[in-house]
């Protein structure tokens, strides 16, 4: 017997990318994301400017969502939300937005958590691309956050380690800001790492206890190092850029693979899954490969569309949650601080 086709609309507002993507079941039909350029003259998202565009790009962008799945809106089943965590006022356009929808259309309204949703995008259906079982171990890299999750099943997941300051993205964002590279800085400091040097200069590596990363100790002796080797030399960054980055890059991998390792001897769980945005850097896939040959761990890695915000990962939350009848309340609020 042919099961009969969920549609949901997924809406992702969390920070500076409007997303709206539309699933049918576990399958993405369409996910359209909007990106803000004009952060990239503060060096850094600003929160009130992010929210403005929001509210200038969610209509035409769920619309496209919409149009490019080839259905009506009168078949959604429902729709999906971030709730947080993230910028408040941006979070508040995609939750006010997601609220009236589901009200005018009289179907049921889904809360996602941001960090399950990075953590889920593994669901999403694609040919070609294997599913972690249960249980395994989410590392989830991004701009904001930095975290290994013990995932036992979709809605149960224990958060091991996590930053205590900085996360793995601003490190790379600040460290950018600081050799003159352009924001984002990761995707920059990534191409040219794999040009120059990784141990050609040394970084400190910050002894945090148990499975917790720090990050800022690492940004602040980036900044003396090079603030001491430009007043030797003033040219001393663009003679060394490529090395640097290498350096840069080689440090905060070997940061994470270590906190991972760790995570791997304590549970015993050999499947590892990565998810965030700063997941599609090259250097940590590559160290992820060569740990999965030597220590026999199977690595599982989403299409690089699901691993920066994308309303795709927070539809396929929806659906999970729309068979399990799991919908919100009307009167659901934003939370900028939402824990998993």
């Given at each position: 017997m042919?099961?009969?086709?969920?549609?949901?609309?997924?809406?992702?507002?969390?920070?500076?990318?409007?997303?709206?993507?539309?699933?049918?079941?576990?399958?993405?039909?369409?996910?359209?994301?909007?990106?803000?350029k004009?952060?990239?003259?503060?060096?850094?998202?600003?929160?009130?400017?992010?929210?403005?565009?929001?509210?200038?790009?969610?209509?035409?962008?769920?619309?496209?969502?919409?149009?490019?799945?080839?259905?009506?809106?009168?078949?959604?089943?429902?729709?999906?939300?971030?709730?947080?965590?993230?910028?408040?006022?941006?979070?508040?356009?995609?939750?006010?937005?997601?609220?009236?929808?589901?009200?005018?259309?009289?179907?049921?309204?889904?809360?996602?958590?941001?960090?399950?949703?990075?953590?889920?995008?593994?669901?999403?259906?694609?040919?070609?691309?294997n599913?972690?079982?249960?249980?395994?171990?989410?590392?989830?890299?991004?701009?904001?956050?930095?975290?290994?999750?013990?995932?036992?099943?979709h809605?149960?997941?224990?958060?091991?380690?996590?930053?205590?300051?900085?996360?793995?993205?601003?490190?790379?964002?600040?460290?950018?800001?600081?050799?003159?590279?352009?924001?984002?800085?990761?995707?920059?400091?990534?191409?040219?790492?794999?040009?120059?040097?990784?141990?050609?200069?040394?970084?400190?590596?910050?002894?945090?206890?148990?499975?917790?990363?720090s990050?800022?100790?690492?940004?602040?002796?980036?900044?003396?190092?090079?603030?001491?080797?430009?007043?030797?030399?003033?040219?001393?960054?663009?003679?060394?850029?490529?090395?640097?980055?290498?350096?840069?890059?080689?440090?905060?991998?070997?940061?994470?693979?270590?906190?991972?390792?760790?995570?791997?001897?304590?549970?015993?769980?050999?499947?590892?899954?990565?998810?965030?945005?700063?997941?599609?850097?090259?250097?940590?896939?590559?160290?992820?490969?060569?740990?999965?040959?030597?220590?026999?761990?199977?690595?599982?890695?989403?299409?690089?569309?699901?691993?920066?915000?994308?309303?795709?990962?927070?539809?396929i939350?929806?659906?999970?949650?729309?068979?399990?009848?799991?919908?919100?309340?009307?009167?659901?609020?934003?939370?900028?601080?939402?824990?998993i």
């Amino acid at each position: 017997m042919k099961k009969e086709n969920v549609y949901i609309l997924g809406i992702e507002s969390s920070c500076d990318d409007t997303s709206a993507a539309i699933l049918c079941n576990d399958r993405i039909l369409s996910n359209v994301v909007a990106d803000q350029k004009i952060h990239a003259e503060y060096g850094g998202v600003v929160p009130e400017l992010a929210s403005r565009a929001h509210q200038q790009n969610i209509v035409p962008v769920v619309h496209q969502a919409i149009e490019k799945a080839g259905i009506s809106k009168d078949q959604l089943n429902a729709i999906a939300f971030t709730r947080g965590p993230g910028l408040m006022g941006s979070l508040l356009v995609g939750t006010s937005f997601a609220k009236s929808l589901a009200y005018g259309l009289d179907i049921p309204l889904i809360d996602v958590n941001h960090m399950q949703a990075h953590i889920l995008a593994h669901f999403i259906e694609e040919d070609g691309h294997n599913k972690p079982p249960f249980p395994f171990l989410a590392m989830t890299i991004s701009g904001g956050h930095t975290q290994i999750v013990k995932v036992t099943n979709h809605f149960e997941m224990e958060v091991l380690g996590e930053t205590i300051d900085d996360a793995v993205g601003e490190a790379y964002d600040k460290s950018g800001k600081v050799l003159g590279l352009g924001y984002p800085a990761g995707p920059e400091i990534d191409r040219r790492a794999q040009l120059g040097n990784p141990k050609a200069f040394q970084f400190t590596k910050p002894n945090v206890d148990g499975l917790n990363f720090s990050f800022s100790g690492l940004k602040t002796n980036i900044l003396y190092f090079v603030q001491r080797k430009t007043k030797e030399n003033p040219n001393f960054i663009k003679e060394n850029l490529n090395d640097i980055c290498a350096s840069i890059q080689y440090t905060i991998i070997g940061i994470l693979m270590n906190k991972l390792k760790l995570a791997v001897k304590q549970t015993g769980i050999k499947h590892i899954a990565i998810g965030g945005g700063v997941s599609a850097n090259s250097g940590i896939r590559k160290a992820l490969k060569d740990t999965e040959q030597k220590h026999g761990w199977t690595t599982y890695i989403p299409k690089f569309e699901y691993t920066t915000d994308n309303a795709a990962m927070i539809a396929i939350v929806g659906y999970l949650k729309y068979l399990e009848k799991d919908f919100a309340d009307f009167d659901v609020m934003a939370t900028a601080r939402l824990k998993i």
